[in-house]
Antibody, heavy 125, light 107 residues
Framework: EVLLVESGGALVQPGRSLRLSCLGS????????LTWVRQAPGKGLEWVSL??????????EYAASVKGRFSISRDDSKSIAYLQMNSLKIEDTGVYYC????????????????WGQGTLVTVSS | DIQMTQSPSSLSASLGDRVTITCRAS??????LNWYKQSPGKAPKLLIY???ILDSGVPSTFSGSGSGTEFTLTISSLQPEDFATYYC?????????FGQGTKLEIQ
C-alpha cells in the first residue's frame, strides 16, 4: 500500500522557522516527484512546492507566496521529503499535505495520486 | 502563473440529479487538467486526470471533458457519497495551481 505520512506541524510565532517531514512507503520513493499542498482553515487548496526525482536533477519549484522563504528537499535513503519553512507568516497557517506527483502511461498529464493525512501548522503570536 | 476559476462556488442538488461543475484556466492548458474530491476532514482524493480519465475505483457516474481553457466535471446521478467539495488543478506549468473549489451540498 502506498502511504505518505506527514509530521512536524506545530504552533509557532510569526518570523520563526519550522521543518515538515513526509515519509513515504509502499513504493520506490526515489523514482517519484513530491509536492506540498496546503489548506488554510475553511479555505481551498494551494499548491506550495515540488521536488522532482534525482533522475530529473531533484529540481524544485515554488509558489510565488513562499518563494525565498520555503525550501523543499529530499533524502531518498530515508524515503523522506522535507519542507523547510522560514520567516513564517500568519497566512502560512493551515494543513500541509504531502502528495506524490506522477505521470501515468495512460496520460502525459502529471497528477497528485496519493495524499498524506496532513499536518497542521499554526502561525500565531 | 495560471489562474483557475471554478463555477459555481457552491451548488445544492438532490439525490439522482445530474450536476456540472465548470473550471476555466486563464490561459490554454491543453488537456493537463485534473479533478479532486475532498470530503470534510479528509485529504483530497484524485478523481479524474488528463481531463477525462477516471482514476481507479471512481464510479462511471463521473465524467470530465474540455480542452484549452474550459473544462467540466459532470456527475450523472448524485449519490450520497458525492456530496463533498471538488477542485480542479492544472499541471500544464511547473507552478501547479488549483481552482477555488465547488462545494456540493444536499438540497
Amino acid at each position: 500500500e502506498v502511504l505518505l505520512v506527514e509530521s512536524g506541524g506545530a504552533l509557532v510565532q510569526p518570523g520563526r522557522s519550522l521543518r515538515l517531514s513526509c515519509l513515504g512507503s509502499g513504493f520506490t520513493f526515489r523514482d517519484y516527484a513530491l509536492t506540498w499542498v496546503r489548506q488554510a482553515p475553511g479555505k481551498g487548496l494551494e499548491w506550495v512546492s515540488l521536488i522532482r526525482s534525482k533522475v530529473y536533477g531533484a529540481t524544485t519549484e515554488y509558489a510565488a507566496s513562499v518563494k525565498g522563504r520555503f525550501s523543499i528537499s529530499r533524502d531518498d535513503s530515508k524515503s523522506i521529503a522535507y519542507l523547510q519553512m522560514n520567516s513564517l507568516k500568519i497566512e502560512d497557517t493551515g494543513v500541509y499535505y504531502c502528495t506524490r506527483d506522477v505521470v501515468r502511461h495512460t496520460s502525459s498529464t502529471s497528477m497528485f495520486d496519493c495524499w498524506g493525512q496532513g499536518t497542521l501548522v499554526t502561525v500565531s503570536s | 502563473d495560471i489562474q483557475m476559476t471554478q463555477s459555481p462556488s457552491s451548488l445544492s442538488a438532490s439525490l439522482g440529479d445530474r450536476v456540472t461543475i465548470t473550471c476555466r484556466a486563464s490561459q490554454s492548458i491543453s488537456t493537463n487538467l485534473n479533478w479532486y474530491k475532498q470530503s470534510p476532514g479528509k485529504a483530497p482524493k484524485l478523481l479524474i486526470y488528463g481531463t477525462s480519465i477516471l482514476d481507479s475505483g471512481v464510479p462511471s457516474t463521473f465524467s470530465g471533458s474540455g480542452s484549452g481553457t474550459e473544462f467540466t466535471l459532470t456527475i450523472s446521478s448524485l449519490q450520497p457519497e458525492d456530496f463533498a467539495t471538488y477542485y480542479c488543478q492544472q499541471s500544464h506549468t511547473n507552478a501547479r495551481s488549483f481552482g477555488q473549489g465547488t462545494k456540493l451540498e444536499i438540497q
